[in-house]
Nanobody
Framework: QVQLQESGPGLVMPSQTLSLTCTVSGASITTAHYYWSWIRQSPGKGQEWLGAIAYSGSTYYGPSLKSRTSITRDTTKNQFTLQLSSVTPEDTAVYYC?????????????WGQGTQVTVSS
C-alpha cells in the first residue's frame, strides 16, 4: 500500500519560502513511470496542480506559479520536496502530495492526507 505524508510548517510569513516534504512508503519514488505531484486546495481558488517530479527526476510545473516553484527529491530518504518562494496570503491552502501515472492529473491514484499552510504575519 502506497502511503504519502506531508510535513512542514503550518505558518509562513509573507515574502518567505514555503517548504514542504512528502515522505513516501510502500513504493520507491524512482520506480518507472510514476509521477509525484504537489496539489493545493483553497476555498477561493479550488484545486490547483502545482507541479510534479518524475521517476527519472524530470520536473514539470504549472504555468501560473512556475517562476516561484521548485520540486526536488532525496532518493536516499524516498522523499520529495516543494518549495514555493515569495509567498503571499493567496498561497494559503491545504497542500497535498500525490502519486499517479501522469504528471498533470488533479485526480491522482494516491494522495497524502494534506497539510494546512497559512501565510500570515
Amino acid at each position: 500500500q502506497v502511503q504519502l505524508q506531508e510535513s512542514g510548517p503550518g505558518l509562513v510569513m509573507p515574502s518567505q519560502t514555503l517548504s514542504l516534504t512528502c515522505t513516501v512508503s510502500g513504493a520507491s519514488i524512482t520506480t518507472a513511470h510514476y509521477y509525484w505531484s504537489w496539489i493545493r486546495q483553497s476555498p477561493g481558488k479550488g484545486q490547483e496542480w502545482l507541479g510534479a517530479i518524475a521517476y527519472s527526476g524530470s520536473t514539470y510545473y504549472g504555468p501560473s506559479l512556475k517562476s516561484r516553484t521548485s520540486i526536488t527529491r532525496d532518493t536516499t530518504k524516498n522523499q520529495f520536496t516543494l518549495q514555493l518562494s515569495s509567498v503571499t496570503p493567496e498561497d494559503t491552502a491545504v497542500y497535498y502530495c500525490a502519486r499517479d501515472r501522469s504528471p498533470f492529473t488533479t485526480a491522482p491514484e494516491y494522495w497524502g492526507q494534506g497539510t494546512q499552510v497559512t501565510v500570515s504575519s
